[in-house]
């Protein structure tokens, strides 16, 4: 049985009318599942009590289960168990604008990266649209309010998941849906440059976040794996076709693991790096972990780096801190649940 969280409005007419049935029930549903938040067919109450057993045997509208939550002022992270038994995490972050979640994209992750919890637990499976869809429905449900923006920026490498990835930003875009805008939706890539090259031409207006994480290949090869099959310079040669073809900023996000990639030299190396592009730099200060080796740069150290940068005529903010007090490094949550 396929879960209806996977379809987008499109698909559901599309397969209810193969069973006989007329365009506005997708609607009908679709306003029940999102606006209303009413996930038994039995309890649709525009719907035909004669049609709710083809419904019940051809859809699946169980959500997911919460297996732990952490909270702290600004976050919240939580540990959701799939229907296989597999574990994913996603943050919700409050800022300023409004609500922020940063939703996994597969269970485990093969890219390795050095520095990143998630790295550690090696890739199982890719998550479907329909399990990512549900991320955003269980969080809603347990904070009653609307998520104002999406980063798929959790465990896993998106476009390493690239159909199921952009068929979930679909869904969560569709107006009659969640009706989370094009513009508050960013995915966010390690530097899977075939994968940049087939986004530009998606036709959403949704954002691109690179894991950039280091100036130059010698850095890049000892923290991120994926730099030895998509170097630096074809990397970067990759976000300009990409800037240049859709006409958007690219937001290069850019983690301080204290003398690694914290210098004065590293910061001005990234501005030459990045001159003359349509970019921001988000800086982003490190959680530590106990599993990892790697320390968060000292506060003067990310500060001159900002400096550094800014003095160079390159857009750049330090992100804000979230969940230093709770498990809130990329698959930390996950990661001490497996290995109890």
């Known amino acids: 049985m396929e879960s209806i969280f996977g379809l987008s409005l499109n698909d559901l007419t599309e397969q209810l009318s193969l069973l006989g049935l007329r365009p506005f029930v997708a609607k009908q549903i679709y306003d029940w599942l999102y606006k209303k938040r009413i996930f038994a067919f039995e309890s649709m109450t525009n719907i035909k009590k004669e049609i709710v057993p083809l419904l019940n045997e051809h859809f699946d509208t169980t959500l997911l289960h919460m297996k732990r939550k952490q909270e702290s002022p600004l976050t919240n992270k939580y540990l959701f168990e799939l229907a296989d038994g597999s574990l994913i995490e996603a943050v919700l972050m409050r800022h300023d604008y409004g609500i922020s979640v940063c939703v996994s994209s597969q269970v485990g992750c093969n890219m390795g990266c050095s520095f990143c919890e998630s790295g550690r637990l090696k890739k199982i499976r890719d998550l479907k649209a329909s399990e990512m869809v549900r991320e955003i429905l269980m969080i809603e449900e347990d904070i009653k309010r609307r998520i104002s923006s999406v980063v798929i920026m959790g465990i896993g490498e998106p476009f390493d998941n690239y159909d199921e990835v952009m068929k979930f930003m679909k869904i969560i875009n ?38 950039l994480h280091a100036p130059n290949n010698e850095i890049r090869n000892k923290i991120m794996k994926v730099n030895k099959a998509y170097p630096i310079e074809e990397l970067i040669t990759s976000i300009k076709e ?5 006409n958007r900023r690219v937001t290069i996000e850019y983690l301080l693991l204290d003398g690694v990639n914290d210098t004065k030299e590293c910061a001005i190396e990234l501005a030459q790096l990045l001159r003359g592009m349509n970019v921001y ?41 979230f969940g230093g007090n709770i498990d809130a490094a990329c698959g930390q949550l996950r990661a001490n649940e497996v290995e109890r």
Do not use: C, W
Request: net charge positive.
């Open 174 to 211: 569709e107006p009659l849906g969640l009706a989370i805008g094009a513009r508050h939706i960013t995915v966010s890539t390690s530097g899977i440059i075939p994968k940049i090259r087939a986004y530009a031409d998606e036709p959403m207006q949704t954002n691109l976040a690179i894991s």
């Open 242 to 246: 990409y800037i240049e073809k859709t």
């Open 281 to 321: 730099v988000n800086l982003i200060p490190y959680n530590e972990t106990s599993h990892l080796e790697y320390k968060k740069s000292s506060k003067k150290s990310i500060d001159d780096f900002f400096d550094t940068l800014k003095k160079r005529g390159i857009n750049v903010t330090i992100r804000k801190e």
